[in-house]
């Protein structure tokens, strides 16, 4: 039922949401980014000997327990989307997934005086090996590539499964040899902003360059989507 998929998505988005903290050991993170995205800078991490990625803001006063919460929300709200895609195109969920996110506090390293090159709180996700490839954004931009295809039909699923009220870009990560998509930092918008607060929803304008850009597949057709060219979002500041 959209409507009743869209309402929980909503609240789980709007909603405050307390964290559950855990004792964990000291995290390694380099001392200098490797990649910065459109929000935020992206370091080389490890955790227990394992290689992570640990992720701050770029601007100045973004760096709060808010805005890393609102990046996991997205993250997970783009997760569940995938795996319902993933269930009504009949495939594994390991074929088109998102990474598992954390929040690090780092009060115990942290020292005010010196916050102009380190963060008080950190995001961390899993390492995935390959080339990193944006699929599609928040702007406009789609790879209509036939590899690619998989993705662009998530986005237009998130929308029409959400009764309009929700769709998934920047969808981005790495695509492996066999086929699987493995996806990071996705960018979800709602044609109301205020109903989730992030840098990275520009809201009913995304939506609508997306269906503008979109042209629709075989994944769209087995799902039943409507032609992208009816699909647009009505504009809601």
Same mark, same amino acid.
């Given at each position: 039922?959209?409507?009743?998929?869209?309402?929980?998505?909503?609240?789980?988005?709007?909603?405050?949401?307390?964290?559950?903290?855990?004792?964990?050991?000291?995290?390694? %993170?380099?001392? &200098?980014? =490797?990649?910065?995205?459109? #929000?935020?800078?992206?370091?080389? +991490?490890? !955790?227990?000997?394992?290689?992570?990625?640990?992720?701050?803001?770029?601007?100045?006063?973004?760096?709060?327990?808010?805005?890393?919460?609102?990046?996991?929300?997205?993250?997970?709200?783009?997760?569940?989307?995938?795996?319902?895609?993933?269930?009504?195109?009949? %495939?594994?969920? &390991?074929? =088109?997934?998102?990474?598992? #996110?954390?929040?690090?506090?780092? +009060?115990? !390293?942290?020292?005010?005086?010196?916050?102009?090159?380190?963060?008080?709180?950190?995001?961390?996700?899993?390492?995935?090996?390959?080339?990193?490839?944006?699929?599609?954004?928040?702007?406009?931009?789609?790879?209509?590539?036939?590899?690619?295809?998989?993705?662009?039909?998530?986005?237009?699923?998130?929308?029409?499964?959400?009764?309009?009220?929700?769709?998934?870009?920047?969808?981005?990560?790495?695509?492996?040899?066999?086929?699987?998509?493995?996806?990071?930092?996705?960018?979800?918008?709602?044609?109301?902003?205020?109903?989730?607060?992030?840098?990275?929803?520009?809201?009913?304008?995304?939506?609508?360059?997306?269906?503008?850009?979109?042209?629709?597949?075989?994944?769209?057709?087995?799902?039943?989507?409507?032609?992208?060219?009816?699909?647009?979002?009505?504009?809601?500041?």
């Amino acid at each position: 039922d959209p409507d009743r998929l869209s309402e929980g998505i909503l609240k789980f988005l709007a909603d405050p949401l307390e964290p559950r903290w855990s004792k964990a050991k000291r995290v390694r %993170i380099s001392n &200098g980014f =490797f990649a910065a995205g459109g #929000v935020r800078f992206s370091y080389h +991490a490890a !955790y227990k000997q394992c290689p992570i990625i640990a992720k701050d803001f770029q601007r100045p006063g973004m760096d709060s327990l808010e805005a890393h919460v609102a990046e996991s929300k997205g993250i997970a709200c783009a997760a569940y989307l995938a795996g319902l895609f993933c269930d009504k195109l009949g %495939i594994d969920r &390991g074929i =088109f997934r998102y990474v598992s #996110v954390a929040t690090l506090d780092a +009060a115990d !390293y942290y020292d005010s005086r010196t916050a102009d090159h380190r963060s008080r709180f950190y995001s961390f996700e899993e390492r995935v090996e390959g080339e990193w490839v944006k699929m599609n954004c928040n702007t406009g931009l789609v790879k209509d590539r036939p590899e690619f295809a998989l993705a662009q039909a998530f986005s237009h699923f998130t929308h029409h499964a959400t009764g309009n009220e929700v769709m998934v870009l920047d969808v981005q990560g790495t695509l492996t040899d066999d086929g699987k998509f493995v996806l990071s930092d996705p960018a979800v918008q709602t044609p109301d902003r205020s109903k989730f607060r992030n840098p990275t929803n520009i809201g009913a304008f995304a939506i609508n360059r997306f269906h503008q850009s979109h042209r629709c597949n075989g994944q769209c057709a087995q799902l039943g989507l409507p032609n992208t060219a009816t699909a647009a979002a009505p504009h809601r500041a």
